[in-house]
């Protein structure tokens, strides 16, 4: 019987001890694979997708080339790891209590004071994504969210001001162009607008889209 028992206790004792490796391994496992995106991510944002090697990520997260090859099989494995860890760290506009907002005017300066506020925060990140977007393969699918969410802005901030036929198309295509990074950027750069002089601009182009005759003598 003591015999018995002693086995029992050794077979648990070998069972805790194998369980709290791999729970260990895991644990090492998980921290590899944060550091090795962590590494992609701020190469990303300082040298850009397209001159980011697997050899300067491994570098920067100080590991072998072997190790970011196990962890991430393929690029696109390992874009949508920066791009879950970018957007987990950088969470993008809500659109939702931009619907709330009755008036189309104030619904729309409340979005792009928000979206131009986010993008001034990720800058240089989305300029070198947005530079280097048709030659990384894996960029399309790591730059979804940020589609998602200005899609849906599109379609949250054209409602509301009447508009029918071409005077809609008219209005739908000035919201999207005021939505878009590069138009915030062309307004702000080297200090040519602030943030809420570009949200006003940018405003009073709808605005005007969405009058009907088109007619911009109103602002």
Sequence with gaps: MLVKVRCTLVVYEMSAKRKYELKQRAAEMAET????????????????????????????????????????????????A????????????????????????????RALDEIYAYYERTEAMLANVLRDFDFVGALPSATTPLRRCLDEAANTLTSGWGARGRQRRLLRAAVVHVLEFQTWRSLTAKGRLTRPEAVELATRLVAAAAARGGSVARF
Excluded: K, M
């Excluded at 090795?36 to 080339?65: D, F, K, M, N, W």
């Excluded at 506009?93 to 907002?101: G, L, N, S, V």
């Design 33 to 80: 694979r944060r550091r090795i995106t962590e590494a992609a991510v701020e190469l990303h944002g300082t040298l850009g997708p397209a001159r980011t090697t697997v050899s300067l990520v491994a570098e920067r997260a100080g590991v072998q080339r072997h190790t970011v090859y196990r962890h991430f099989p393929s690029e696109e494995e390992l874009y949508g």
């Design 82 to 109: 920066c791009s879950a860890h970018f957007y987990e760290a950088n969470p993008l506009p809500d659109p939702a209590p931009w619907r709330a907002i009755r008036d189309s005017g104030a619904r729309l300066e």
